[in-house]
């Protein structure tokens, strides 16, 4: 069964750190572009990081650069999302990605292939 699972999401205050992981049971993620998005109440799902297939290149939303990391853990087959610097603003439900056929910054797109797998998301709170 090919699923991607989410952990890590937390209460955090502003300023803190949060490390997201995602692991992928199916498939291996070395061969898909990879990206996490979030959605806050009332708001479009929208992209924060991702690589596409075949890249070590990472692209960032403006919101989130120089802030948030997102690198592949090949021997864990995991997406990982380093987070730095949480602002209140980055409250949301977390979800990560796995597309075979997402190229340069089109990973950032909220959609995807017809291929992508979507993991069930974790809740994110920034709050004082």
């Known amino acids: 069964q090919v699923q991607l699972v989410e952990s890590g999401g937390d209460l955090v205050q502003p300023g803190g750190s949060l490390r997201l992981s995602c692991a992928a049971a199916g498939f291996q993620l070395e061969s898909y572009g990879i990206g996490w998005f979030r959605q806050a109440p009332g708001k479009d799902r929208e992209g924060v990081a991702c690589?596409?297939?075949?890249?070590?290149?990472?692209y960032y939303a403006d919101s989130v650069k120089g802030r948030f990391t997102i690198y592949r853990d090949y021997i864990k087959n995991t997406i990982v999302l380093q987070m730095d610097s949480l602002k209140l603003e980055d409250t949301a439900v977390y979800y990560c990605?796995?597309?075979?056929?997402?190229?340069?910054?089109?990973?950032?797109?909220?959609?995807?292939?017809?291929?992508?797998?979507w993991g069930q998301g974790t809740q994110v709170t920034v709050s004082s």
């Open positions: 990605k796995a597309d075979p056929v997402v190229y340069g910054s089109d990973c950032l797109a909220a959609g995807g292939s017809p291929y992508a797998t």
């Open positions: 690589m596409p297939v075949l890249s070590d290149v990472s």
